[in-house]
């Protein structure tokens, strides 16, 4: 069956970085766009970033664009998400997603599978 496992979250302070981790098993990794979102207490879960099947084209939400950076390695089915100047209003649970789509998209509704997520929290 098909698995997303996160990591790297944790505890960091404002201003601080932290590189999330999503290891795919069980699907042709290649295939698939993958995605990231984050889902605060009492919030809808919202779209962070995208990544194309090949890497080659990237997608950011306002709110992170210039702060993180989404990447992957098909070779090790794993995508990542580089957060750098966190701020305490990214504190949330994130997600990655996979997407059959060729880019990927921003809307949740459009994701295949999705991990179990991986809690981010932000002090300051």
């Known amino acids: 069956q098909v698995q997303l496992v996160e990591s790297g979250g944790g505890l960091v302070q404002a201003g601080g970085s932290l590189r999330l981790a999503c290891a795919a098993s069980g699907l042709t990794f290649s295939t698939y766009a993958m995605g990231w979102f984050r889902q605060a207490p009492g919030k809808e879960r919202e779209f962070v970033a995208v990544?194309?099947?090949?890497?080659?084209?990237?997608n950011y939400a306002d709110s992170v664009k210039g702060r993180f950076s989404i990447s992957r390695e098909n070779a090790k089915s794993t995508v990542y998400l580089q957060m750098n100047s966190l701020k305490r209003e990214d504190t949330a649970v994130y997600y990655c997603?996979?997407?059959?789509?060729?880019?990927?998209?921003?809307?949740?509704?459009?994701?295949?599978?999705w991990g179990q997520g991986t809690q981010v929290t932000v002090s300051s």
């Open positions: 990544i194309s099947r090949g890497g080659g084209t990237t």
């Open positions: 997603a996979a997407d059959r789509s060729l880019f990927g998209r921003r809307s949740y509704n459009d994701y295949d599978y």
